[in-house]
Structures are given as structure tokens and as C-alpha cells.
């Protein structure tokens, strides 16, 4: 059974200006590492499709997805928020990349893939029912989750997000939503300034201080979410995978090394297998540093593809 690997070309278009930290290169940056570890030719390789209205609505309102369109330009950049802008390419991309998540669960359970990485830009963990932010324009990963609830009769997803930001977006989404699982660690206080106090039986949160590396990283998890995840049994286990909690990425502050991504992917394989019939899809949200973010997710692809 392969690892599927989703991407699109409309996903190096959407740019934010050259000083932008999240840049077409991290695309680039991430198939130039399996190129060069020789995994890419080994990964099952799809063009994302578009997502469709409907399965956006699902999650964000309508009235933020009218507006979405509404904005985006014919040139130049439109600022949604301080943080995220949109040029006449990014709407294309964002849908892509939302296609993407849907694709890979349907590829899941269609039987053509045993799990899946979308290599998709822009993110979107950070945003919520009727928000942008951090670069996000639609929340890929939970236009994923509720896919699977709706279009294949799941009753427990959970996501993984190791992302050095918290998930505010996805909480904001799934916060009262007892069939999604949502399990996060990032850096506190920080970039969104949430999450320290607003989990629940069904959202777990685990704040860590700056500087915090593998061993704090991997206790954290543990602790917290390993036995989260074994009470919960999740029948799909998604990933907001973010690798700016690298040593390397200056915006982060973390000191995580690709053992530690690794590690908690071996963990998550673990988990998929017990109780997920090993269903994963992964989905990249940020990680700035680009040698680091290529080896990284270089690292957590090899493992899903036990390659």
C-alpha cells in the first residue's frame, strides 16, 4: 500500500510579497529533499483536486467563504488580515490545498493509499469558522475531518498538531464537536495567544515555554497525548504537520530536531495502527526555515511510508 503525496501547481503561485515567510520555496524546498533522498519516485503522486463549496461550508460559514471570493484580486495583493494576503493566484491555491485533504481521505478510503502527505500551501490551522489569519485562508484540515465525518460515516477523527503555533483556527471549528480529537502542542505565550486555557475533554491543549526541545516535546506529547488519543480511538488519525518548531527556524523558538518529528510519527503510526486501521493524512502547515523544513518533512514521509 502506498503513501499517497498530493500538491498542485497553483500552490507555487499564491505569493505574498518577497520578503514573505511563507513562500512558494517551501514547496520547492520539500520536494528538492525527497528528490535528493531518493524517496519521491517511491511516493504515489496526485494532482489535488479543487474542493467544492459544499465541502467548505461544512466548515467555515458561508458568509466568510462569499467573502473569500469576494476579495480576491485580478492583480496585485489583497491583505485579509496583517498577516495574510492574497494575490490573484492564492484563491486557486487555497482551494487546491483544501482539495488536497479531501482528496487524501477519499484516496484513504477508496483503498489506494494507506496514508497520505499534502504538500500544500497556504496552511491552514489558524483559520476559523469565519476568519483568516497566520498565513491560512481555509482550514485545510478540518475541511479534511469533517469530510470524513460527513462523506464516510466516521464517528472519531482526531488531529495531531505539533505545529510551534497553536491550532486556533481548528479549536475555533471543532471546540464543541465531541467527534473530533484535537491534540496540539506550541509555544505559550505566543502567535495566536490562545489555547493555555480553553481545552476540554475532546481538545487537548499542552502549552510549553520557549526554548522547549525534544525532551520537553516528547514528554509533553506522552503525557498528554498518547493517552488522549487511546481513550478516544480515533477511526482516522489527520496531522496539522508544522515544522517550525525546528532548532533551526528563527520564528519558532523551539529546538525540535527531525528525530523528534520522527519520533512522534513512529508514535502516531503506532496509534493509527491500533485503532485507525492505519489511516493517516498528513497536511503541511508551517516551518520557515527551509533546509530544515525540507529535512524534516523528508523525515516524517519516509516514516509513513515505513520506506
Known amino acids: 500500500m502506498h503513501t499517497a503525496y498530493i500538491t498542485h501547481p497553483a500552490c507555487l503561485k499564491h505569493d505574498m510579497g518577497a520578503d514573505h515567510p511563507e513562500s512558494p520555496r517551501r514547496i520547492e524546498a520539500i520536494e528538492d529533499q525527497l528528490i535528493a533522498s531518493g524517496l519521491l519516485p517511491f511516493l504515489d503522486h496526485h494532482n489535488a483536486p479543487r474542493v467544492s463549496e459544499a465541502q467548505l461550508a461544512r466548515v467555515h460559514t458561508p458568509g466568510y467563504i462569499r467573502e473569500i471570493f469576494a476579495q480576491a484580486p485580478s492583480a496585485g495583493l489583497v491583505h485579509l488580515d496583517g498577516d495574510t494576503a492574497m494575490n490573484q493566484h492564492s484563491l486557486e491555491a487555497a482551494l487546491h490545498a483544501a482539495g488536497a485533504a479531501v482528496h487524501a481521505v477519499d484516496l484513504i478510503f477508496s483503498g489506494r493509499a494507506e496514508n497520505a502527505f499534502c504538500n500544500i500551501r497556504p496552511p491552514g490551522h489558524h483559520a476559523g469558522r469565519s476568519s483568516s489569519g497566520g498565513f491560512c485562508i481555509f482550514n485545510n484540515v478540518a475541511v479534511a475531518a469533517a469530510h470524513a465525518l460527513e462523506q464516510h460515516g466516521l464517528q472519531r477523527v482526531a488531529i495531531a498538531d505539533f505545529d510551534v503555533h497553536h491550532g486556533n483556527g481548528t479549536e475555533d471549528i471543532f471546540h464543541d464537536d465531541p467527534r473530533v480529537m484535537l491534540c496540539s502542542t506550541f509555544r505559550h505565550p505566543y502567535y495566536p495567544y490562545s489555547g493555555a486555557h480553553s481545552g476540554n475533554e475532546h481538545i487537548i491543549n499542552v502549552p510549553l515555554p520557549a526554548g522547549t526541545v525534544g525532551e520537553g516535546f516528547r514528554a509533553a506529547v506522552t503525557e498528554h497525548w498518547f493517552p488522549a488519543l487511546e481513550c478516544f480511538q480515533p477511526e482516522l488519525l489527520l496531522v496539522s504537520a508544522g515544522f517550525d518548531a525546528h532548532r533551526e527556524d528563527d520564528m519558532g523558538g523551539f529546538g525540535l530536531k527531525e528525530a523528534d518529528y520522527i519520533w512522534v510519527t513512529e508514535?502516531?503510526?503506532?496509534?493509527?495502527?491500533?485503532?485507525?486501521?492505519?489511516?493517516?493524512?498528513?497536511?503541511l502547515e508551517g516551518g520557515y526555515a527551509l533546509h530544515a523544513l525540507g529535512r524534516s518533512a523528508t523525515a516524517h514521509i519516509k516514516v509513513l511510508s515505513g520506506l
Do not use: G, Q, T
Open 267 to 283: 508514535k502516531l503510526k503506532d496509534i493509527a495502527a491500533r485503532h485507525a486501521a492505519r489511516r493517516i493524512v498528513s497536511v
